[in-house]
């Protein structure tokens, strides 16, 4: 891969950009089947994941022609309900145990943090009139959401990270107010960017439709046991990545409160809709790097590559 | 142990750390901190050997955790409250009571494991609760989790199989349901001092249920927990409760006392001690179901073809 950090080809303010945006989707498990060193348990193999396992380095692959300084990460799994939070500490290391799959997922982590970005996209999301707050506090558990996504795109962990939390707008509010907050987000994320000189990847951690079973085989990995959860939720993810396919971003929007509340989709932390916004509601066709399952949850790695853009996509906002 | 074990006393604190951290900041949560004293001595003087906790911080998927650490040693820091400052722990859990309880559950057909791993991130709410309430660590503690998809049925098997597990290990339990009342929050900083429950709705309809919990009525409030959580947007359903009547022997027959009723960032923060006293709730009339067995979800999304792929041949 030919990414380089930030401290190796400074630029002048003014000239970041979004060089990808990319939907992540964070199960434990595909970290766990990867049996990286970094990870405690170690899997069997046995493939139940190999689809998304694919798809990520089909997608790892596809970003090696392209440099990015930092990887901005809007997390589920860092669930706030007042406002929007950033982590703001320079460096996280330590031992994250998912406390719902403690199983599979206990992962030794080193993580930079490009705090300066993070202040900027805290300061635009101000000025967009959203609550927000920088987090300080160095004993912070870095949330497993933000740790896989990243580790999934950038297995070396060795670019800063900025880390989004996941305001509970559209749980203490609605749907529709939690959108119009999260296209808020994705504008001040795009601004921050620009003006500070990076090239950023960004990433939505998140699944399609979101309904768990509730009980998991002798061996997780366990092909046989895999399957999306039942049929509504599969062709919901399917007619999404189709409207993603045909750069009908902007359609799925305006299906989006529907998509969330029939799919059960985990869509309603915001992180796609951010995604989005920072984007520019692309209307170019994102590439469909895999689809599969997890636990019955429906997850695409998805990618939308910022040099198909037609137009500032800030205007299409 | 011979004897039967039992059931001691039950109790409802709130799941959010303020009253720990921050009591200086706010009337409100030092008048918490001040209950949560009182609390505690009133739960040493029940002489426990467990204190057993759900937390509706802890969530689950895969069935129901309990925790088997015999020594959880580590840290955590509130994800909005990060600022108060970070909880450090060192607890003293009672791990053959957990694979008890986790057995007592497998056998009412719930999905259940225990989980013992260094650094696991106890919630929240756990922690604030046995640092104020068991500050020493004396007491051995139980937590178990808050699955997301269980409803009413899961929740009172769930507690059924705790009053199992207790009567089984002949020990003198305490009960902790770890919950909000309403969980309608303040989603912008605000001055501490200026906190106030959200709306007078809520205020409302958490008075009305304390004042049957101080009645000693935990089954009517089980048996309104789910009206309770469509008005006063009820802390996960106030699963809590339904697991604590459960647990409890679902009756009425408590003498309840009211610690403290204040707001944490706008939600409404009890605690609440129900001590068992025979013939004190009088004629119950209950609407909901009881259950004594899991039997699954009712799989009504299943296809023909994986319902027959399901059974054996």
Redesign the interface.
Known sequence: MSSSTSSSSPRPPGSGEIVAGCLSPHPPHLVYASNPQQNEPKSSGAGAWKSLLDGYESLRKSLEDREFDVIVVHTPHWKTRVGHHFLGVPKFEGLSVDPIFPNLFRFHFDLQVDVPLAEAIHQEAAQEGLVTSMMRNPEFRVDYGTITSSYLVRPELDIPIVAISSARSYFDYSNEVGEREMLALGRATRRAVEQSGRRALLLASCSLSHRHFTEEPEDPEDPAFEHIHNGNQEAWDRHVMKLMQEGQCAQLLEQMPDFIEQAVSECKDGSLTWLLGALGVPDFPATVHGYGTVIGTGNAVVEWDMRKAQVPAGDQA | MSAKGKIVGSFVVPSRPHALLAPDRSPAWQRLHDAYAEMAADIRALKPDLLLIFSTR??????HQMQADPKPKF???D??F??L??LHYDLNIDVAFAERYREAAQARGL?ART?A?????I?VGSITALNLLNPDGAIPAGIVSC?I?SDRTETLVLGKAAADAVEASGKRVVAISVTAMSN??????IDPVQDRIHSAKDDEWNRKLLELLEEGRLEDVSQLAREFSRQANGDSKLKAIWWLAALSGQSNDYRGKVYAYEPI?GTGAALVGLTPQAGAGGDLEYDEDDTEVFRG?RNV???EA?ESAAKPS
């Open positions: 802890w969530v689950s998927i895969i069935g840290w955590v820091v994800e909005d990060h600022e400052g970070t999905t989980v791993y260094e650094g696991f991130p919630d699955n998809y309608r929050m303040f989603t912008e900083w960032w979800d999304l299943a296809t994986s």
